[in-house]
């Protein structure tokens, strides 16, 4: 039995960096026939013609402006620290009625590096697919990366309605689930939730990797799953995870000096032997888990 093609949410999509999320969006609007036409930009020409060779490319261009221009959804995938060079290279070329988005980890840089320079009729819908691994590159994409998982909106109050509609259908559309909240707030709970994880994995294996020759060879022979799993979330990409820290830095900040206080405290009742208080704080923080798991988010 044959049926007839979907029509398109958006007739023209560009997407403006092509790594793991951007290839994996592209992935999902080429297989479902989301946008009739597909443009990509990048930094260099070797990822473009990858993605061209990927067959996820209809037009590929290393000129931003040109690549956003006639294009009914841009969605920016690149670092944080390039979005507002971004948006004032492509602001003259966006047409009206145009909506910009991105997938960035913080969203108030939307607010703040991005806004600023788009033209009046322009729509700007910050979009957040909490979803990834720990591989870059546009090779690295596939349409089943947002399965199961949130997407983040966050609009301003003055947002058009229409557009932050369409593009939580996209979403939608790629196997998530979209939930809308403030920038603040989105940069509030983040900064818990995988930025001060982060920060910590880097901290434990830039520890590790101090240690002398020797006995580093040990901690790598016999890398246990915990530690194991802070080498996977620090090998994530370097740029993007430094840009994150730098636009997101009060939060981080804030929630660093919370996680400090708490170590602190730990450091002590282990100093002291008290042993009570460890396994006071250790049976609190396994509800946490339970917590994770119902949420479907193991």
Not at 47 to 65: C, I, K, P, R, V
Not at 170 to 177: F, I, K, S
Not at 198 to 215: C, M, P, Q, R
């Amino acid at each position: 039995m044959t049926g007839s093609q979907p029509t398109p949410l958006f007739e023209r999509i560009t997407l403006i960096g092509t790594g793991l999320i951007g290839s994996s969006l592209a992935r999902v609007v080429r297989r479902d026939g989301l946008a009739g036409h597909i443009t990509v930009t990048a930094r260099s020409q070797a990822t473009l013609d990858t993605m061209t060779d990927l067959g996820l490319a209809d037009a590929a261009t290393l000129d931003a402006a040109e690549a956003a221009r006639n294009a009914d959804l841009v969605v920016l995938c690149t670092p944080l620290g390039a979005y507002e060079g971004i948006a004032r290279t492509i602001a003259p070329a966006l047409k009206p009625g145009a909506i910009v988005s991105d997938v960035g980890s913080c969203k108030n840089v939307m607010f703040t590096d991005v806004a600023p320079h788009l033209p009046s009729g322009v729509h700007m819908v910050p979009a957040h697919p909490v979803a990834g691994t720990e591989h870059s590159g546009p090779e690295a994409g596939f349409a089943e990366l947002f399965e199961g998982r949130w997407c983040i909106l966050t609009p301003g109050p003055d947002s058009n309605e229409d557009a932050v509609a369409r593009v939580a259908e996209l979403w939608r559309r790629c196997a998530m689930d979209v939930e809308i909240m403030t920038a603040d707030h989105h940069d509030q709970v983040l900064a818990i939730t995988s930025h001060l994880p982060h920060l910590i994995a880097y901290s434990i294996v830039g520890t590790a990797n101090d240690l002398e020759d020797d006995l580093k060879k040990e901690v790598f022979k016999f890398s246990a799953s915990g530690f194991r799993d802070f080498t996977r979330i620090a090998a994530s990409d370097p740029v993007m995870w430094r840009d994150i820290f730098l636009k997101n830095s009060d939060a981080v900040l804030d929630v660093l000096g919370r996680f400090t206080e708490d170590l602190t405290s730990l450091q002590r009742a282990i100093r002291r032997g008290e042993g009570d208080k460890l396994e006071d704080h250790f049976t609190r923080t396994r509800a946490i888990r339970r917590g994770v798991l119902d949420a479907k988010q193991e």
